[in-house]
């Protein structure tokens, strides 16, 4: 990271200047935590971020849906959602070409029923619209709360609070793991056989029910894959001194892949590490489990998304 370098350089100041610009500028992205952390705010880093507990804060209230008859905006604001998404199949008449507005209200929807991998997906692949009108559009809807709290949503969140305190887990992290993994779907399954929520693997389901003496589980039942999952999140974090880093690579890649990687590369700095790793799709996936664990809580814990705002109302727009 720049803000390292120039730090490493004895400039102090310059260095907080580029890590404010991330944040402000890319308030999104994996690099904002880090600039974050370097900016010693408390968001935990590598080897501190288990312990945290962050204050959660949800949204008082609904928005209003950005298409729909009123009689479909009443039902999504009380909280009818099942009724509101059968108000919603009457009226919506082109699924195939909707516009920005109703695929927007078609995710939220989604949300509300629980089809959450299609509802995450219709909000966030809006981003794709290329037509000058529809990009306006987009950067509208884009701009209000509902549309990050849609891409970064809490289902199953008093199932995951609850084994996350009984796991000493940090209950934003956990989170965000389930997200990346099956986006919260729990019937989901993967083509090397990965089962659920947290996509336990029915090799992995086996061997902790030995450690732990479960004898009956189903991997797509929510609350048994929840406690299996973080069982096993906890042991990886216990296998590497409570390093969320090693931690998070190991529940993607396995504790050999970690301990080739650590044996061969050595370990000095977490950043240069993460840079270092040689499987693509986990050096992805721990950056997203990590930028996903920063945007919980800059969206959803009230004194980051203060400092968070702060600067994206005073940093000057341009790049770090």
Known sequence: MLGKWTRQQNQPEAARQIFEQVIGNHPESYFAWR?????????????????????IALPLQRSPLPAGSPTLQELYLLGQDQSAWQQWQTEFKNPQTPTVSEQFTDGLLRLGIGDNLEGIFMVSSLAWRDRPEEKIEYERLKATPAYEHAIYPFPFLELIMGWARERQLNPLLVTALVRQESRFQPDISSVVGAMGLMQVMPDTAAWIAQQTGETDYTLNAPEDNVKLGTWYLDYTHREYANNSLFAVASYNAGPGSVDRWIQEGGFSNADEFVEKIPYPETKGYVESVFGGYWNYLRLYTPDIAAQVNALATNVPSQSP
Do not use: E, I, K
């Open 35 to 55: 600039s974050a952390v370097h900016l010693d705010w408390n968001v935990g880093d590598f080897d501190t971020v288990r312990q945290l507990s962050p204050t």
